[in-house]
C-alpha cells in the first residue's frame, strides 16, 4: 500500500488535520514562549519588560519546583503501578465465568465515565470525610485510629482518588488483550506442564506487553496534568505536599498573576512531558513493533 | 510405553451427544489414524484422551492405569495443534524447552534435548528465530519439537498438516512417517483426509457421527469394508453404489462397485450407459459414465482409453470384488 500515489493522496488527506493541529497547537505554544521571556505582572500595573530566561532561571531555582517535580514523579509513578497492576489483577476476574458478568463489568468501568472533578468531590465528602466519611465508620467499626485523609496522609489520599479513576480503563484495555489470547495456546501450555503461576509469567504477561505498554503510555500523557482532583480536595496542601508541576503553574499564574513565570514553569511543564515521552518509547515503546 | 484404552468413553455438550459409546484399544507404537467427516467429532476425542475436555461417560485408560481423572499434564501425552499454538513472543529454542522448563529440568538437559530435537526437525539454524518469522512447515516442525522432548507415551496431532500447502503435505506427511519408524511411538494423529489415513496409518479408525463405524488396517478397510458409510468414504474416486435389480440378483439391497474394479467395454457388458466425461489423465482415465436406469458412475481405466463423451459404453462389475450391503447398510458377508 505504499505506492507513490497512495502516498500523495495520504499527504494530501492529512493535511487540513495537521494544518489545525499546528495552528491550535502552535500559536498558543509560540504565545506562552514569548510571555515567558517577559516580565509580565498582572498585580504590579507595571509595562511588560524583556527579561531573558530570568523567569526560567527564576522557576528552576525555586525550591518549590524540585519539590513539585518530586511530587509529579511520584503521582504518576504510583497511579500507573496501581492501575496497570491493579488492572491485571481486574482483567484476570473478569475474564472469569462468572454469573452477573455484564452488570459487573459495566461497574468496573462506570469510574472511567465520571468526570474528574465529581469524582474527587465523592471521595472528599463521601469517601474520606473526617467527620462523616465512609472510610471513617470502616476505621471505627474496626476500632482503628481514624486519620484525617487529605491532613494526615495527602499525597496518598490523591493516588487513591486518581488511581480509582484509571484502573477501569486500564482493567478494559488489558481484558481485550487478554481475550485475544489463543485458547489453543492456552491448552498447549497445560499440556506442556505449565501451572496456573508460571502460564501467567511465560505466557499471559507477555502476550499483555503490548496492551501494558499503551495503558502506561496514555496515562503517563494524563498523569502529567492531573489538576481538578487536587484543587477539589487538598488544593496542593498542606503546606506543598501535593502541589505537582501542573498545579505549581497554576499557583503561579492564577494565585500570584504572574503571567511571565507561570508561562515559563508551563514550557518546563512540556519539556517534562517530551522528555518522559522520548524516555518511555525508549523503554517500552519497542514492544509496538513488529 | 503408550497403550491406550478408551471403554464407553462419551462426551455430552448441553444435551448434545457428541461422542456416543466409544469403545478402541490401541496397542503401544501403533500410528492410529481416526478419520471420518467433518464434524464427526474426531477432535472431540482427541481432546477427551488428552485430557482437555472431562468425559461424560466411560473410562481412559492409558499405560493400564485409569487415566480419567488425571489432569492434561498428568497422562505423559503430547499434543500437536492444527495452529501449531507456538508460543509467539518465545524463540524456536525456548518454544521447545518450555515443557522441560516446566518439569524443571536442568540446563544441561534442556540444551541437549533441544539441540537432539532441532538435529532430528531440522531446525538448528532457527533455534533463535520467534515463530512469526518462520514459514508453516517450520512452524509445524518446531510444534512437533516441542512434544518430542517431553518423551510422551504418546503423540496426539489434529490435523496438523490442513494449514500446508499441497507439497508441503506431502512432505511433512513422509517426515511424520519417519518419524514414528525413528521413535517407535504410539501416535493418533486426526485428518479428514482419507489418502493422509490410507497412506500413514497402521490403523485407522473411521468415525461417523460420533461412533466408530470401523476400525482397521488401512487395505482391510478398502477391502472390507463393514458398512456403507466405510465403503462410501474410503477409496477415490468414491464406490459405486448401485440398487435394484442388480442388487437383488446378488441377493442384496445395494451392491457397490469400485471404479477400479469396472471393467468397460464398448461392445458389451451387464450396464450399459453414455459417456459423460472421460478425463485423460495418462496414468489413468477416469471415465463419467450415465448408466441407463440407474444414473452415475465412475469406472477408471488404466492408462489410456479410448473414450470419449457420448459414446456408448458396457459396464461389468467384477463379481468377486463387488460389496453386498443389506437394507441397514451393512456388509453380507460373502
Ligand atoms: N465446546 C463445544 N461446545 C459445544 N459443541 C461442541 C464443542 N466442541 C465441539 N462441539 C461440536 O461437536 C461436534 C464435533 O466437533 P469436532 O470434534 O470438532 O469435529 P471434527 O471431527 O471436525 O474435529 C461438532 O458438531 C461441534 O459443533
Ligand atoms: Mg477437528
Same mark, same amino acid.
Given at each position: 500500500m505504499a505506492t507513490r500515489q497512495t502516498?500523495?493522496?495520504? +499527504?494530501?488527506?492529512? *493535511?487540513? /488535520?495537521?494544518?489545525?493541529?499546528? *495552528?491550535?497547537? #502552535? *500559536?498558543?505554544?509560540?504565545r506562552t514562549l514569548y510571555f515567558s521571556t517577559l516580565h509580565y505582572n498582572l498585580l504590579d500595573g507595571s509595562v511588560p519588560q524583556f527579561l531573558g530566561f530570568q523567569n526560567y532561571v527564576d522557576f528552576l531555582s525555586d525550591p518549590n519546583f524540585i519539590d513539585s517535580l518530586?511530587?509529579?514523579?511520584?503521582?504518576?509513578? /504510583?497511579?500507573?503501578?496501581? @492501575?496497570?497492576?491493579?488492572?491485571?489483577?481486574?482483567?484476570?476476574?473478569?475474564?472469569?465465568?462468572?454469573?452477573? #458478568?455484564?452488570?459487573? +463489568?459495566?461497574?468496573?468501568?462506570?469510574?472511567?465515565?465520571?468526570?474528574?472533578?465529581?469524582?474527587?468531590?465523592?471521595?472528599?465528602?463521601? #469517601?474520606?470525610?473526617?467527620? /462523616?466519611?465512609?472510610?471513617?465508620?470502616?476505621?471505627?467499626?474496626?476500632? #482503628?485510629?481514624?486519620?484525617?485523609?487529605?491532613?494526615?496522609?495527602?499525597?496518598?489520599?490523591?493516588?487513591?482518588?486518581? @488511581?480509582?479513576?484509571w484502573l477501569p480503563f486500564a482493567s478494559l484495555i488489558l481484558l481485550t488483550s487478554l481475550q485475544s489470547l489463543d485458547l489453543e495456546q492456552q491448552e498447549a501450555a497445560v499440556l506442556d506442564g505449565a501451572g496456573a503461576i508460571p502460564y501467567f509469567f511465560y505466557i499471559v504477561l507477555p502476550h499483555m506487553a503490548r496492551a501494558i505498554t499503551v495503558v502506561i503510555l496514555i496515562e503517563t500523557i494524563f498523569l502529567l496534568g492531573v489538576f481538578a482532583e487536587i484543587l477539589v480536595t487538598t488544593n496542593g496542601g498542606p503546606g506543598d505536599a501535593t502541589?505537582?508541576?501542573?498545579?505549581?503553574?497554576?499557583?503561579?499564574?492564577?494565585l500570584d498573576f504572574d503571567v511571565g513565570g507561570a508561562s515559563a514553569g508551563g514550557i518546563v511543564a512540556v519539556v517534562i512531558a517530551n522528555i518522559a515521552a522520548i524516555f518511555l518509547m525508549r523503554i517500552v515503546g519497542k514492544n509496538l513493533e513488529a | 510405553?503408550?497403550?491406550?484404552?478408551?471403554?464407553?468413553?462419551?462426551?455430552?455438550?448441553?444435551?448434545?451427544?457428541?461422542?456416543?459409546? %466409544?469403545?478402541?484399544?490401541?496397542?503401544?507404537?501403533?500410528?492410529?489414524?481416526?478419520?471420518?467427516?467433518?464434524?464427526?467429532?474426531?477432535?472431540?476425542?482427541?481432546?477427551?484422551?488428552?485430557?482437555?475436555?472431562?468425559?461424560?461417560?466411560?473410562?481412559?485408560?492409558?499405560?493400564?492405569?485409569d487415566a480419567t481423572e488425571r489432569?492434561?499434564?498428568?497422562?505423559?501425552?503430547?499434543?500437536?495443534?492444527?495452529?501449531?499454538?507456538?508460543?509467539?513472543?518465545?524463540s524456536v529454542r525456548n518454544n521447545i524447552a518450555f515443557p522441560l522448563k516446566m518439569a524443571k529440568a536442568s540446563k544441561e538437559v534442556i540444551d541437549a534435548k533441544v539441540a537432539r530435537a532441532a538435529g532430528t526437525l531440522n531446525l538448528t539454524d532457527y533455534l533463535d528465530r520467534r515463530p512469526g518469522q518462520l514459514s508453516g512447515g517450520q512452524r509445524q516442525r518446531v510444534a512437533i519439537g516441542r512434544a518430542i522432548v517431553r518423551e510422551p507415551s504418546a503423540f496426539l496431532f489434529d490435523e496438523p498438516l490442513s494449514n500446508l500447502d499441497a507439497a508441503l503435505r506431502v512432505q511433512m506427511r513422509?517426515?511424520?512417517?519417519?518419524? !514414528?519408524? $525413528?521413535?517407535?511411538? $504410539?501416535?493418533?494423529?486426526?485428518?479428514?483426509?482419507? %489418502?493422509?489415513?490410507? $497412506?500413514?496409518?497402521?490403523?485407522?479408525?473411521?468415525?461417523?457421527?460420533?461412533?466408530?463405524?470401523?476400525?482397521?488396517?488401512?487395505?482391510?478397510?478398502?477391502?472390507?469394508?463393514?458398512?456403507?458409510?466405510?465403503?462410501?468414504?474410503?477409496?477415490?474416486?468414491?464406490?459405486?453404489?448401485?440398487?435394484?435389480?442388480?442388487?437383488?440378483?446378488?441377493?442384496?439391497?445395494?451392491?457397490?462397485?469400485?471404479?477400479?474394479h469396472t471393467d468397460i467395454s464398448t461392445t458389451a457388458g451387464e450396464w450399459p450407459g453414455t459417456v459423460r466425461?472421460?478425463? !485423460?489423465?495418462?496414468?489413468?482415465?477416469?471415465?463419467? %459414465?450415465?448408466?441407463?436406469?440407474?444414473?452415475?458412475? $465412475?469406472?477408471?481405466?488404466?492408462?489410456?482409453?479410448?473414450?470419449?463423451?457420448?459414446?456408448?459404453?458396457?459396464?461389468?462389475?467384477?463379481?468377486?470384488?463387488?460389496h453386498r450391503f443389506n437394507a441397514a447398510g451393512a456388509r453380507i458377508a460373502a
Open positions: 502516498m500523495t493522496a495520504g +499527504r494530501i488527506l492529512v *493535511a487540513p /488535520s495537521v494544518i489545525l493541529l499546528f *495552528a491550535f497547537m #502552535l *500559536a498558543p505554544l509560540v518530586v511530587n509529579t514523579l511520584i503521582l504518576v509513578l /504510583s497511579v500507573l503501578v496501581i @492501575s496497570v497492576g491493579g488492572g491485571i489483577f481486574v482483567a484476570l476476574l473478569m475474564d472469569q465465568q462468572v454469573v452477573g #458478568l455484564n452488570i459487573l +463489568r459495566l461497574m468496573v468501568i462506570a469510574p472511567f465515565f465520571v468526570m474528574p472533578t465529581v469524582s474527587a468531590l465523592v471521595w472528599k465528602n463521601l #469517601l474520606m470525610n473526617p467527620e /462523616s466519611g465512609f472510610f471513617l465508620w470502616i476505621t471505627r467499626s474496626l476500632h #482503628l485510629p481514624a486519620p484525617i485523609w487529605f491532613t494526615n496522609w495527602p499525597m496518598l489520599s490523591v493516588i487513591f482518588i486518581v @488511581s480509582w479513576e502541589t505537582n508541576i501542573t498545579f505549581l503553574v497554576y499557583k503561579q499564574a492564577l | 510405553m503408550g497403550s491406550i484404552e478408551l471403554q464407553q468413553v462419551r462426551k455430552s455438550f448441553g444435551s448434545v451427544n457428541i461422542i456416543k459409546g %466409544v469403545d478402541l484399544q490401541i496397542k503401544d507404537g501403533e500410528f492410529v489414524v481416526f478419520v471420518g467427516p467433518s464434524g464427526c467429532g474426531k477432535s472431540t476425542l482427541l481432546r477427551l484422551i488428552a485430557g482437555l475436555e472431562d468425559v461424560t461417560g466411560g473410562k481412559i485408560v492409558i499405560d493400564g492405569k489432569g492434561p499434564a498428568q497422562r505423559g501425552l503430547a499434543m500437536v495443534f492444527q495452529s501449531y499454538a507456538l508460543y509467539p513472543h518465545m513422509l517426515e511424520i512417517g519417519e518419524l !514414528h519408524k $525413528t521413535l517407535k511411538t $504410539t501416535m493418533i494423529y486426526v485428518t479428514h483426509d482419507q %489418502v493422509e489415513a490410507m $497412506t500413514m496409518a497402521d490403523k485407522i479408525v473411521v468415525l461417523d457421527l460420533g461412533a466408530i463405524a470401523q476400525v482397521g488396517a488401512p487395505l482391510d478397510l478398502y477391502n472390507r469394508p463393514d458398512n456403507l458409510f466405510v465403503a462410501k468414504f474410503i477409496g477415490s474416486p468414491t464406490m459405486n453404489i448401485v440398487k435394484g435389480p442388480s442388487a437383488d440378483k446378488r441377493g442384496a439391497d445395494c451392491v457397490g462397485i469400485r471404479p477400479e466425461i472421460a478425463e !485423460h489423465l495418462g496414468s489413468e482415465t477416469f471415465v463419467y %459414465v450415465d448408466v441407463d436406469g440407474i444414473g452415475p458412475f $465412475t469406472v477408471r481405466v488404466d492408462g489410456e482409453a479410448p473414450l470419449h463423451a457420448s459414446d456408448r459404453v458396457f459396464l461389468t462389475p467384477r463379481e468377486s470384488r463387488l
